[in-house]
């Protein structure tokens, strides 16, 4: 069976709010969704998954440092990510807050790995971001972001036989 897994890092519990959206909205898909804070994610959980959805703070417009610690390791399966695919969110504190360019310090390391990431053309085009606590409109597009990626995910790697 198809899986996604869902990997987030929070301090304030704002960014694993977000993830419990993401994973309901690729439960949707009726496929294997795993939820995962940092501290109990290893490195060979991301070879087991199809899709990859990582959460992080916006910590001075970037990922935190501790996902980026955990990406920064990931380079032991170098090639070994070529076709799965990814998304992002993050939370941060502010409008202007950084929030784009923390999705995006994500999403460039996907594509380094390999990955496929689709965006979005309403909403949030790079993935969810939520100012402070989700709202109703950051929690919807986490419901989409994780429908998106599991649907993808589900068109890539389940036969049709």
Same mark, same amino acid.
């Given at each position: 069976?198809? +899986? ?16 419990d %959206? =993401?994973? +309901?909205?690729?439960?949707? +898909?009726?496929?294997? =969704?795993?939820c ?14 199809? @899709? !990859? !959805? ?26 070994? %990510? ?8 993050t ?5 202007? @807050?950084?929030?784009e ?9 996907f ?5 496929? !990431?689709? @965006? ?10 939520? !100012? @402070? ?23 890539? %790697?389940?036969?049709? +036989?």
């Amino acid at each position: 069976m198809a +899986e996604v897994l869902i990997i987030y890092y929070s301090q304030t519990n704002n960014t694993k709010k977000m993830a419990d %959206f =993401v994973k +309901e909205g690729a439960r949707k +898909e009726n496929i294997e =969704v795993i939820c995962k804070s940092l501290d109990n994610t290893n490195l060979s959980d991301l070879l087991r998954a199809d @899709g !990859i !959805i990582i959460g992080s703070p916006t910590h001075f417009g970037a990922m935190s440092t501790p996902i980026k610690a955990f990406i920064d390791k990931s380079i032991k399966y170098y090639g070994k %990510f070529e076709g799965k695919v990814g998304g992002a969110f993050t939370s941060c504190h502010r409008i202007g @807050g950084g929030g784009e360019t923390a999705l995006q310090s994500i999403i460039n390391a996907f594509l380094v790995h390999g990955m496929i !990431i689709q @965006g979005a053309s309403k909403g949030s085009h790079y993935g969810p971001v939520a !100012i @402070g606590s989700p709202d109703d409109i950051a929690c919807e597009e986490c419901r989409k972001l994780g429908k998106k990626v599991a649907c993808l995910v589900k068109k890539l %790697f389940t036969s049709t +036989e």
